[in-house]
């Protein structure tokens, strides 16, 4: 008797839940559950890091802080390795994915991606005493260059160096500086403004950029492409935050200099 | 409105992509099996060399073996591979991957094999060493014919047990970016962004080595009860 009654209100309930889910659109949910819920890298300076309080800071955490408040729901944000931050974003742990992700086609096949909020390039970095000067000594056959995991930089740096050995990190954009800094790699190759932040937490002058840029990346935030409210609303936020200069004050502040270093 | 759950799993499940990928993970499949045979011949030999200490009689190498032992086996596998990855280098000492990988799983299974042994040893029956220091037997050729050999025949099944556990650890060589069977699951994920195609195959393929060991198991099981009788 008590078995019967118990499926026919779990019954009842997956019909109500499958009706209810049906219908609604992301920002519907969003706005029902009263949290927006953010993949953003463990480890990612300057957009996405745990600074030096122990607190999670960056572009990418401060730009989503100032979408929830402007959408009037709580931020939650679920911090993975570079290479998970697509896998969360489409098996729903994540509502939004705000990162320092490039667009790219391969990628728009299976998420949606914002307007670019910013543009960028791959570049090299060597130990300040390496022999590598230009990124024609880089082609040398034999190096071995420090890539991330499911980064641009990855292609990139197959494309331009197709005879370096590559050793692919997963993680975030710290482990290729490590990497480098340590010697297990003799070059890295990521986008310019993940190198520039990640260095400013190492001693100056203990490595180099190479000025050339490998390729040139805008940057943009995702959603899964059935949230295309979700995405044409965080379009209408950077339009905004465009005009308003918050977008050029975040990223004054954290990607054009180093001024976050004295808070963070 | 709801759809049947498995059919609409196996639909989108695929097997295309997985066949794309099978050169890959067929070298990583390799990578994993010579990386996890290295280590554990290695770990025999750790092992054995450890235990030999651990219950010999010179107090001092007997207190570094334990002091060996202990430390294993009081951190994670994990701590030790970035200590050997990262630490080391940071200390001045730099080494391959493959090397880092293979000495990590090499120390780190050493010490359980070690107490595997020690377990064996210690649970013949002390007659036994009776009966062999009375028949004029020294250490050497007591533990030569008479201990060893049944130690052995109890520590076969428990040292197969920690070899199964040692191909599961090299699985965590993928976070020090060695090409295994683990990161070719990572390499399709980041790819194709299909987690469950990746991770799938590489299990299916953890499950072969498994049955392999496993076979190995039954195999010398039978073998040594034939012996023993």
């Known amino acids: 008797m008590a078995r019967k009654w118990f499926s026919l209100v779990m019954a009842v309930l997956m019909v109500a839940g499958v009706a209810i889910t049906a219908s609604a659109g992301t920002l ?50 679920l911090d993975f390795d570079w290479d998970g931050l697509i896998p969360a974003l489409l098996s729903k742990k994540a509502d939004l994915l705000a990162a320092d992700m490039t667009p790219t086609v391969k990628r728009a096949m299976r998420i949606g991606f914002t307007r ?10 060597v130990k300040a005493d390496s ?26 740096a197959k494309k331009a160096f197709p005879q370096a050995e590559l050793k692919s990190y997963k993680g975030g954009g710290p482990l290729l500086l490590d990497a480098v800094m340590q010697g297990q790699a003799d070059f ?19 490595m180099r950029v190479l000025p050339d840029l490998l390729s040139k990346e805008p940057l943009a935030f995702a959603a899964r492409w059935d949230s295309m409210d979700l995405l044409e609303l965080v379009n209408l936020f950077f339009h905004n935050a465009g005009l308003d200069g918050r977008l050029e004050q975040n990223l004054n502040y954290w990607v054009n200099t180093l001024d976050w270093k004295k808070d963070h | 409105m709801v759809k049947e759950p498995i059919a609409d799993m196996l639909q989108t499940f695929n097997f295309r992509v997985i066949l794309e990928y099978l050169p890959l993970f067929l070298s990583c499949f390799w990578a994993t099996i010579w990386l996890s045979a290295a280590g554990l011949l290695g770990s ?44 080391l280098p940071s200390l001045g000492l730099r080494m391959s991957e493959a090397t880092t990988g293979i000495i990590a799983l090499t ?123």
Request: with cysteine; glycine share 10%; hydrophobic share 45%.
């Open chain 1, 131 to 156: 022999p590598i000067k230009t990124v024609a000594d880089a082609k040398k056959a034999g190096l071995k260059v420090a890539v991330l995991l499911g980064a641009t930089g990855e292609i990139e």
């Open chain 1, 188 to 206: 890295g190759v990521n986008d310019a403004s993940a190198v520039i932040g990640g260095l400013a937490n190492y001693p100056p002058n203990s």
């Open chain 1, 116 to 125: 670019p909020f910013m543009y960028t390039g791959s570049v090299v970095f």
């Open chain 2, 44 to 87: 025999l030999a750790i092992g054995t060399l450890a235990c030999g200490l651990r219950i010999g009689r010179s107090r001092l190498l007997a207190g570094a073996a334990y002091a060996y032992i202990e430390s294993i086996r009081s951190t994670p596998l994990l701590v030790q591979l970035f200590f050997f990855y990262f630490g």
């Open chain 1, 28 to 77: 519907e949910e969003i706005a029902q559950r009263g949290e927006l819920r953010v993949a953003c890298q463990t480890q990612g300076p300057p957009f996405s890091f745990i600074d030096k309080n122990g607190k999670r800071a960056g572009s990418s955490i401060e730009l989503c802080e100032m979408l929830a408040k402007d959408m009037g729901v709580k931020v939650t944000f």
């Open chain 2, 107 to 229: 120390l780190n299974s050493g010490a359980y094999m070690a107490e595997i042994l020690r377990a064996g040893i210690q649970s013949i029956p002390h007659g036994q060493v009776e009966a062999a220091v009375s028949s004029g037997l020294s250490y050497t050729q007591r533990m030569r014919h008479v201990i060893l050999p049944q130690a052995i025949g109890v520590t076969l099944p428990p040292m197969l047990g920690q070899a199964i556990v040692l191909v599961k650890d090299s699985a965590l060589l993928s976070l020090i970016s060695l090409p295994e069977l683990t990161r070719a699951g990572q390499i399709m994920t980041s790819e194709r962004f299909m987690p469950a195609e990746g991770f799938l195959t590489s299990a299916v393929f953890y499950l072969v080595i498994y049955y392999a060991l496993k076979a190995l198991t039954g195999w010398s099981q039978r073998r040594l009860i034939y012996l023993q009788a």
